[in-house]
């Protein structure tokens, strides 16, 4: 009997064992961007779905085909030969592939080309194509094409042009037609066209007054001074203006908004009828923010709109919406009430209060609160004139997902559109009537689907992609909560087992962490959103955790501001509650327990090697923030104020102040030129070490950013597991 | 029986084991400059034994004693009170230590006082003390004084002042009356006082065409940049030429010397009556060298006075010596034959040729050469009016050691003064009559004494000092020879045992390596030069070689320059012939071989890794050249011609070429604003690793040059120690 139950069990092993080799194994070149095999793993997708009016348009290798929303019938609507052949005979590049076209005008069969054909258009039936002469021969960059008007506007150095006219002359140290205030507050560019082209409204960024940074570039015969304006936490920053263009009169003005010393202008939108632009301003606090109102032709301040005040900060990041069937109505988004919601404002009900002290009239007008809820509005799609409907993407089925819904305007009521699951992409027709829906959870690939947006009718399915995965030994993966250190907040946390699990066993784990505003690392996706990193060190046999702490994004304002004016602390103590999970799951060896975090988690990452230095004993910290007075004025002043106004939060948070705490293996990893977390913060955090007599250790990648990307990024993968192979396992 | 003998064993390991109990153990605070208890284990020293012509003077805490160099009788001079009270009285700081003041003046009572007093004079015998006015307020440097005349030089900025007036009145980028070229040549300074002190001769340095490369100061509130002049091998080099200031009559000349581009202008040197300067210039390549004479009042160029030509190279070193009793006559260094040696030139002798070609006229002269043999003259101490001999130090006994020789200047016979071992720091008396010899060996902890230079008469012991190291558990330290690659030249090493050596073990070993020209670490003093490193790592179990390889100093030109163009080739080799002899010893562990060094040593490190990657499993390298084309022009191209010139030898010795070798573990520390070896060195190396994907390790100390000191050196030697026994232990 015993001898069966011997057999039995070999049988058995070896079975296992043949499952488990039938199953693949993976390399870093497999899981990390760069690697050499990193596109085999990569889910299935269609590249290129846009709309051209309620037509789909999808592209494919050597053609381009439209798609009927309704049926799904797919016909050619025109090849990449014959366009090419047009455009050689019109002197242009050809095109190589059809997925960046662009498809502007639904009244028209044409089709804008991008900036490698120089904008040229072409038009598939007639066969002919528009050149433009109005490109310059120099490099340019910025551009923005107004495709009602065709004007074109792009700045060459650090002026501004419209159409081959050069519109601003200013020295080096002033810069138009570029994003401003280091892309905070949503800002992404300079360039603003009116809704009709008449007018182009742009960002005139005085620098000359804010101090160089001295980054070093030394790839070249000697070493090159190549100096960064670069505006520190409590130092004098840039000074911002808005600029607007006439091209047909050749004229320019400027917003009257006073001295924009130590003020942030945001969100820059224009009314439809071109008459007026709307500023959302913030004093340099970041606590009171005020949405101005401009003529756009004499630049006169005509009105305060509304404004909003808040103890710790105000944090605009988008710009106005108006209704399409109504000019006088606008949607302004705002966290007023904790969440981002949409606010409904008419400004035919508006009514002037000439204001008692200095500055413009205000202007009172009723607003209607449209959405409402423990979640957040994510983005506006568009609208459905017929409806009226407005489309977005929310978080109202968990803080996890991103789906699309329809919101009835004057009820607030939702209706979600597509899968329940998810973090959904979406791009909405131009009659509102459909979207392209591509998505992907932790249990679905990816799908890519044509939905009626008034869901009736089950769509056009176009893609439902397997994962290839799936042919791998992957780790379990699990998604869980845990109270935060508050004793009342959920917080979301994932899991990743080592790769042949063994329950008996005891692992080391490695808690990846980035712990800042405006990211979240766990979502409804492939993974739960778990790196690829995370699943070679779980087939190395760690253990890897990572908690979304208070602070993090999508989980509303007092979630996120918890941890204003002491960063790190609140956060710290958040990680902490997933190592006692750790300690808890009875696999983990308390005594090899590592953590790696990238920028806000460099910060983490060294706090968390300081602060509790006998529970984690080796760590990676990349691109740190070691101390915030040498981070910049936006982002760290929001949620630090300034050095001046706030010593004791800069202290505490100042890494340097506790080198000598250092106990474990900490590798700090930066690149050489870095100009988001300038060098100077972990140059100054081994200065600090050294002279506390602790151990750090430390690595650069020359001419890298903040971020390493392609081989680099597989190299320095390479390092970091290595380093916990040394001291960790 | 054999429970008796088992007691015997017992009893044996107990005494054995309290012995070594008494001895005690060194920590790394004891061992390395900068330690905690460093200074305990340093030996016993006399500071600011001088002389005051044939007197000897010794200073103490609180006075000053005189001592007879016959009878060792000590007098008081005068007491630090008396002086004090003077100084205080004349309004001049205190002085709080006797051990830095001189006594040039043997026919006066006077005492001249340091920069911190303003270099006031005090009369021992009259207490007078005199002050001088014409210092300035601001900040200034590079103090020549002379003691005949009184005249003062020095400099405010990148200015000249002579006696509180301006000299030069140049740009930024023009310096006068500072070292030149880098410090080569055996420069150390730019202000050269006539002998009289009549007339200043002084350097001036254009150096605006010189690239800068750029340093960068983090320790600021926002890091900011320090612009370097860094002349790169191949590379745009600065100008220097040679003025004259009369303080008399207020003008300055300067000499004509031509073009001053691609030159160097070295050893300047008075004739005793100050109607000329002497100056031996090179040319770019280095393989020529002129000695020139100047008319000192109108800059005239008077005539060649003697030319060397070598195909590798020519480096002068050492000014002319123009002997005390008869003004005709120099003695000029040369290791034209070899050997650094004197050569005996009698301008009284000498008979103009003019030359045909332009240039000036040429002085033929017949010379004499005074010292030979396969032994090099280190230092002329100086001359004995009476007896015409030449006092010297020299090699003559052993290339390990340095001993004071009496040379008869006819016959070049040589006569040893003081004992026959050891590395000897000698002062000579003024009359030449005695010498202050103060000498180390491998076994003589250190002994001062007064000798007469007639080897009559056995002198007067003033210390014979104890090893304050022998209450320690030491390793044993053996000096050897081995037979350089090339089969046939002797090769010097020295060899640390583990402490407490067990045969019957297999060791790790670590080679500590130099390498470059210029240096010796193997010479006849304690312990015959093993650092308190190489001690520290014997304690820990290591065994530590050292080997002067072909290249290196005091062996003579053919030993230093095999290495011409191929820097690193053949002292590789020679390294190698030491990890043979490790292989030898039977009680190192094949496979675990490790190698460290810093500058030249850190160059060998990186490339001993890379080219012979299966012997070195763990390197350390500190402030390293990686590529010569990054290293100054002066050193780089003596030894390795131009980059131009020399392509092939060029692309051998960079080391980011072979990057992709690194197998082993080696890390690379610098200091982070090191002037000398550039940091661009090592980030080169980095990026080149990165590319190659190979994984070195890295380190900087911020705000550090090309070597760490105080605190930094013990955390770096704690830094590098950590790493041999993580990789190697």
Same mark, same amino acid.
């Given at each position: 009997m015993k001898r069966i139950l011997n057999l039995l069990v070999i049988l058995f092993m070896t079975v296992s064992t043949i499952m488990a080799q039938e199953k693949k194994s993976f390399t870093l070149e497999d899981l990390m961007?760069?690697?050499?095999? %990193?596109? +085999?793993?990569q889910v299935e997708n269609l590249y290129g779905l846009t709309w051209w009016g309620d037509v789909c348009i999808k592209p494919e290798m050597d053609k381009v085909m439209t798609l +009927?929303?309704?049926?799904?019938k797919e016909t050619v609507l025109f090849t990449l030969e014959d366009m090419n052949k047009a455009l050689e005979a019109a002197g242009i590049n050809k095109v !190589?592939?059809? %997925?960046?076209l662009s498809y502007?005008? @639904? /009244?028209?069969?044409e089709v804008q080309l991008p900036k490698s054909q120089r904008f040229a258009v072409y038009n598939?039936?007639?066969?002919a194509v528009k050149t433009r002469?109005?490109?310059?021969k120099e490099p340019y960059d910025n551009v923005s094409l107004n495709s009602v008007s065709g004007h074109i506007a792009y700045t060459v150095g650090n002026n501004l042009y419209v159409n081959g006219r050069r519109v601003t002359n200013e020295p080096e140290g002033v810069l138009c037609g570029q994003s401003v205030h !280091? *892309?905070?507050?949503?800002? +992404?560019?300079?360039i603003f066209w009116s809704p009709k082209g008449n007018l182009v409204a742009f960002y005139r960024m005085d620098q000359s007054m804010v101090t160089d940074y001295p980054q070093v570039n030394t790839s070249t015969r000697i070493a090159t001074l190549e100096p960064d304006k670069y505006p520190m936490a409590g130092m004098t920053s840039h000074k911002v203006t808005i600029g607007v263009y006439n091209p047909s009169t050749n004229e320019t003005i400027y917003l009257?908004?006073? #001295?924009?010393?130590d003020r942030y202008f945001t969100n820059v939108s224009w009314s439809p009828d071109e008459k007026n632009i709307y500023v959302i301003e913030l004093n340099r606090d970041q606590n009171h923010s005020q949405l101005m109102r401009y *003529?756009?032709?004499?630049?006169?301040? $005509?009105? &305060?709109?509304y404004e909003e005040k808040h103890d710790k900060y105000v944090e605009p990041q988008h710009p106005l919406t108006f209704l399409p069937w109504d000019e006088h109505k606008f949607i302004y988004q705002s966290q007023q009430d904790g969440y981002n919601h949409l606010y409904l404002f008419d400004l035919a009900q508006g009514m002037m209060h000439p204001i008692e002290t200095e500055g413009p009239d205000k202007l009172f007008i009723p607003q209607t609160q449209i959405t409402k809820g423990e979640?957040?509005?994510?983005d506006i799609l568009g609208f459905n004139n017929k409806t009226k409907e407005i489309y977005i993407m929310s978080t $109202?089925?968990?803080? &996890?997902q991103s789906n699309a819904f329809a919101v009835n305007?004057?009820? =607030?009521k939702t209706r979600l559109i597509g899968a329940g699951e998810g973090v959904h992409h979406v791009q909405l027709s131009e009659s509102g009537k459909y979207v392209i829906d591509n998505y992907t959870s932790h249990s679905v690939a990816r799908e890519v689907n044509i939905l009626p947006t008034s869901g009736k009718g089950k769509g056009v399915n176009l893609l439902s992609a397997t994962n290839p995965m799936e042919a791998y030994n992957m780790p379990e993966i699990t998604l869980g909560t845990l109270k935060a250190a508050d004793g009342k907040t959920d917080l979301y946390y994932r899991l990743v087992k080592p790769v042949?699990? /063994?329950?008996n066993k005891k692992y080391p784990a490695v808690i990846y962490v980035y712990?800042?505003?405006?990211?979240? &690392?766990?979502? #409804?996706?492939r993974n739960y959103g778990a790196g690829g990193w995370d699943i070679y060190m779980a087939q190395l046999g760690y253990v890897m955790l990572t908690v979304d702490n208070?602070? @993090?994004? +999508? !989980?509303g304002l007092e979630f996120e501001n918890?941890?204003? !004016?002491?960063?790190?602390t609140e956060e710290m103590k958040d990680q902490m509650q997933g190592v006692e999970l750790l300690k808890s799951l009875?696999?983990? #060896?308390? *005594?090899r327990i590592g953590v790696h975090g990238w920028s806000f988690g460099g910060f983490m990452t060294t706090n968390l090697m300081l602060t509790y230095n006998d529970t984690f004993k080796v760590g990676v910290a990349g691109?740190?923030?070691?101390?915030?007075?040498? %981070? $910049?004025?936006m982002y760290g002043e929001r949620y630090m104020d300034t050095p001046q106004a706030n010593p004791e939060g800069y202290k505490k948070a100042d890494l340097t102040q506790r080198? =000598? #705490?250092?106990k474990g293996r900490l590798q700090v990893i930066i690149?050489?030129? /870095?100009?988001?977390?300038?060098?100077q913060h972990s140059i100054s955090f081994l200065r600090a070490c050294i002279n506390a007599g602790t151990q750090p250790d430390y690595f650069i990648y020359p001419g890298d950013g903040h971020n390493m990307f392609g081989r680099d990024r597989v190299h320095l993968y390479t390092r970091i597991t290595r380093y916990f192979e040394d001291y960790l396992k």
């Amino acid at each position: 009997m015993k001898r069966i139950l011997n057999l039995l069990v070999i049988l058995f092993m070896t079975v296992s064992t043949i499952m488990a080799q039938e199953k693949k194994s993976f390399t870093l070149e497999d899981l990390m961007p760069g690697g050499n095999t %990193y596109f +085999n793993l990569q889910v299935e997708n269609l590249y290129g779905l846009t709309w051209w009016g309620d037509v789909c348009i999808k592209p494919e290798m050597d053609k381009v085909m439209t798609l +009927n929303p309704k049926t799904g019938k797919e016909t050619v609507l025109f090849t990449l030969e014959d366009m090419n052949k047009a455009l050689e005979a019109a002197g242009i590049n050809k095109v !190589r592939a059809l %997925y960046t076209l662009s498809y502007p005008w @639904s /009244d028209k069969t044409e089709v804008q080309l991008p900036k490698s054909q120089r904008f040229a258009v072409y038009n598939w039936k007639t066969g002919a194509v528009k050149t433009r002469d109005d490109l310059p021969k120099e490099p340019y960059d910025n551009v923005s094409l107004n495709s009602v008007s065709g004007h074109i506007a792009y700045t060459v150095g650090n002026n501004l042009y419209v159409n081959g006219r050069r519109v601003t002359n200013e020295p080096e140290g002033v810069l138009c037609g570029q994003s401003v205030h !280091r *892309n905070e507050f949503g800002i +992404n560019g300079g360039i603003f066209w009116s809704p009709k082209g008449n007018l182009v409204a742009f960002y005139r960024m005085d620098q000359s007054m804010v101090t160089d940074y001295p980054q070093v570039n030394t790839s070249t015969r000697i070493a090159t001074l190549e100096p960064d304006k670069y505006p520190m936490a409590g130092m004098t920053s840039h000074k911002v203006t808005i600029g607007v263009y006439n091209p047909s009169t050749n004229e320019t003005i400027y917003l009257k908004a006073g #001295d924009p010393t130590d003020r942030y202008f945001t969100n820059v939108s224009w009314s439809p009828d071109e008459k007026n632009i709307y500023v959302i301003e913030l004093n340099r606090d970041q606590n009171h923010s005020q949405l101005m109102r401009y *003529n756009a032709v004499t630049g006169a301040q $005509e009105a &305060l709109v509304y404004e909003e005040k808040h103890d710790k900060y105000v944090e605009p990041q988008h710009p106005l919406t108006f209704l399409p069937w109504d000019e006088h109505k606008f949607i302004y988004q705002s966290q007023q009430d904790g969440y981002n919601h949409l606010y409904l404002f008419d400004l035919a009900q508006g009514m002037m209060h000439p204001i008692e002290t200095e500055g413009p009239d205000k202007l009172f007008i009723p607003q209607t609160q449209i959405t409402k809820g423990e979640w957040i509005v994510k983005d506006i799609l568009g609208f459905n004139n017929k409806t009226k409907e407005i489309y977005i993407m929310s978080t $109202e089925l968990s803080p &996890l997902q991103s789906n699309a819904f329809a919101v009835n305007i004057k009820t =607030g009521k939702t209706r979600l559109i597509g899968a329940g699951e998810g973090v959904h992409h979406v791009q909405l027709s131009e009659s509102g009537k459909y979207v392209i829906d591509n998505y992907t959870s932790h249990s679905v690939a990816r799908e890519v689907n044509i939905l009626p947006t008034s869901g009736k009718g089950k769509g056009v399915n176009l893609l439902s992609a397997t994962n290839p995965m799936e042919a791998y030994n992957m780790p379990e993966i699990t998604l869980g909560t845990l109270k935060a250190a508050d004793g009342k907040t959920d917080l979301y946390y994932r899991l990743v087992k080592p790769v042949n699990f /063994d329950a008996n066993k005891k692992y080391p784990a490695v808690i990846y962490v980035y712990g800042g505003p405006h990211a979240q &690392l766990i979502t #409804d996706v492939r993974n739960y959103g778990a790196g690829g990193w995370d699943i070679y060190m779980a087939q190395l046999g760690y253990v890897m955790l990572t908690v979304d702490n208070r602070g @993090s994004a +999508n !989980r509303g304002l007092e979630f996120e501001n918890c941890t204003h !004016r002491q960063l790190g602390t609140e956060e710290m103590k958040d990680q902490m509650q997933g190592v006692e999970l750790l300690k808890s799951l009875g696999f983990v #060896d308390e *005594n090899r327990i590592g953590v790696h975090g990238w920028s806000f988690g460099g910060f983490m990452t060294t706090n968390l090697m300081l602060t509790y230095n006998d529970t984690f004993k080796v760590g990676v910290a990349g691109g740190p923030v070691i101390d915030w007075k040498l %981070y $910049e004025v936006m982002y760290g002043e929001r949620y630090m104020d300034t050095p001046q106004a706030n010593p004791e939060g800069y202290k505490k948070a100042d890494l340097t102040q506790r080198a =000598g #705490d250092l106990k474990g293996r900490l590798q700090v990893i930066i690149g050489a030129n /870095d100009p988001v977390c300038v060098p100077q913060h972990s140059i100054s955090f081994l200065r600090a070490c050294i002279n506390a007599g602790t151990q750090p250790d430390y690595f650069i990648y020359p001419g890298d950013g903040h971020n390493m990307f392609g081989r680099d990024r597989v190299h320095l993968y390479t390092r970091i597991t290595r380093y916990f192979e040394d001291y960790l396992k």
